[in-house]
């Protein structure tokens, strides 16, 4: 046991979470970029839930390893769980209220 | 400049930036939101400058409590002009600031650094208190006088908003998914408060922040319909939302007229009456919020 | 300059970006949230003068999460008070 826990906090374990964490980095700049950029709402919206959520999976995944205990990698987990499904519930009331507008609006054209 | 004084001075950027976003902008709807978010990132300020209880709480009233009010109240107001005032007065005025600001500036740089007297003293005596957290220690025992005032500022607000008649609306029909969420997030909100006011004698926690949390639990299943109406006429309503403060009381005035006097608990008595004031002070605010928060005409005009 | 001296200038730079709209703006809600940012300013004050010396002072922390709790109430109160005028105005504005 104490062997396999010597190779998941040794210096390959650090490496290859500081890995996850640029790959989180990266993912977070590529959704910000998104918002900032992308044309409408709802490609926004694609941008900042899907990057982020996946942004802050890596980023967990490489603390977590950096850690090196199970209680706080469990929790990490639980609040990454808690954030993806919040990220979930958020975007579809955003994407429908921006639906009923639109709606709204085009019965008032008419 | 270190990592640590990287990050900060970032952080502290984006905060100036949101508070001009929340006090300048042009739409009252982005103000709010901008509002919001500057709460969440002052609850990361509160992390870095070691008050976790603060985190929590700030987290829990000033971005979630607060923005729901705010939003709520953009609901009921009429297409109010954003009328600026005159150029001359704006800049009398942002004169006037600039000057309070540097005189203040100068009084707080020149205080004597270390931790005031007052504060050493708590630290000290934490171990007499009856528990081990000693901020929990601060507001149950050693200032359990501005702990009682705060509660019936509590109850008093509410009692304030009951007395104005509220809008008439309805609550839009929640969407399918949301109810959903609703339904996990509510019950957990309720586990987490219950950790934390329990976890409160020895760590960051305590009523406030676990009233807060399950209170924000309520507000969310009140705003989705899913709550049972709590109708102000109610008994069992009006107990609850004066449970806290009628606890302290009676516990403030048993120890004057029993003990060594006014809140000065007996020895030895200290853990079981800070966890019962505790505990009636949790159920009281988490109520009290909510229904500040999120209670329509029927429920409080009563 | 350490963290605390930045929180500091921070906490008052809020205060008084705050105070400056209470006092420039006309809308009831702009000038709760400008209320509330330029007390937002003054728990950060608290809070960094607190965490100056070795440990934290809890008497500073623990006013401010009374503080917090306050400051809710008010705006809520605030905010009622509000839209309770503009009621009476629309009313006056328009007999039915």
Redesign the interface.
């Known amino acids: 046991m104490t062997e396999v826990w010597g190779l998941i906090s040794g210096p390959v374990a650090h490496a290859v979470a500081y890995g996850f964490l640029l790959i989180g980095a990266f993912f977070f700049i590529s959704g910000t970029l998104g918002v900032l950029r992308f044309p409408d709402i709802y490609t926004r919206l694609h941008a900042i839930t899907k990057a982020d959520t996946l942004g802050l999976g890596f980023i967990v995944l490489g603390l977590c390893l950096i850690s090196g205990s199970a209680r706080t990698s469990l929790l990490m987990i639980g609040v990454w769980v808690l954030v993806m ?2 990220g979930a ?1 958020a975007c ?2 955003l994407a ?1 209220y921006e639906q009923d507008d639109t709606d709204r609006e085009r019965r008032d054209d008419r | 400049m270190t990592a640590d004084g990287f990050f900060d001075a970032l952080l502290a950027m984006l905060i100036v930036s949101l508070a001009c976003g929340a006090l300048y902008s042009r739409s009252l709807y982005r103000a709010v939101v901008f509002f919001i978010a500057l709460g969440l990132s002052l609850a990361l300020v509160w992390a870095r400058l070691s008050a976790p209880d603060l985190a929590l709480a700030e987290a829990a009233i000033g971005a979630g409590l607060t923005g729901v009010l705010l939003l709520s109240a953009l609901k009921h107001q009429a297409a109010e002009p954003l009328r600026p005032m005159r150029p001359s007065f704006q800049l009398l005025m942002a004169v006037l600031t600039g000057v309070t600001f540097l005189l203040v500036l100068t009084t707080v740089w020149s205080m004597p650094a270390g931790m005031a007297q007052v504060g050493q003293l708590a630290l000290n005596s934490v171990n007499d208190s009856g528990v081990e957290h000693p901020i929990t220690a601060v507001l149950l025992n050693f200032r359990a006088w501005d702990t009682l005032l705060e509660l019936l500022v509590v109850v008093l607000a509410l009692l304030g908003v009951r007395q104005l008649k509220l809008p008439n609306d309805r609550l839009p029909v929640a969407w399918p998914l949301l109810l959903a969420w609703s339904k996990l997030l509510a019950p957990l909100s309720l586990l987490l408060g219950v950790y934390l006011l329990w976890r409160g004698a020895d760590a960051p926690g305590g009523a406030f922040q676990a009233g807060a949390l399950i209170g924000s639990g309520l507000l969310m299943l009140k705003l989705v319909g899913l709550a049972p109406t709590t109708p102000w006429s109610h008994w069992g309503i009006r107990l609850l939302v004066l449970l806290g403060s009628f606890t302290f009381l009676l516990v403030a005035m048993a120890t004057d007229v029993f003990g060594a006097g006014w809140l000065t608990y007996p020895p030895g008595w200290n853990k079981a009456l800070i966890l019962l004031i505790e505990v009636a002070a949790t159920a009281s605010i988490a109520l009290s919020l909510a229904m500040l928060a999120g209670s329509d005409h029927r429920e409080l005009n009563q | 300059m350490t963290d605390v001296q930045l929180f500091v200038g921070l906490g008052l730079l809020l205060w008084l970006l705050g105070l400056h709209a209470v006092m420039t703006h006309r809308h009831t809600i702009h000038r709760l949230i400008a209320i509330n940012v330029s007390g937002s300013g003054v728990f950060l004050v608290m809070v960094s003068l607190a965490s100056r010396g070795e440990g934290v002072d809890p008497v500073m922390q623990a006013l401010v999460v009374t503080g917090l709790v306050v400051a809710v109430c008010a705006t809520a109160f605030a905010l009622r008070l509000g839209s309770a005028r503009q009621q009476s105005h629309d009313e006056a504005e328009s007999p039915s």
Do not use: G, Y
């Open positions: 499904a919040s519930t579809q009331l429908r």
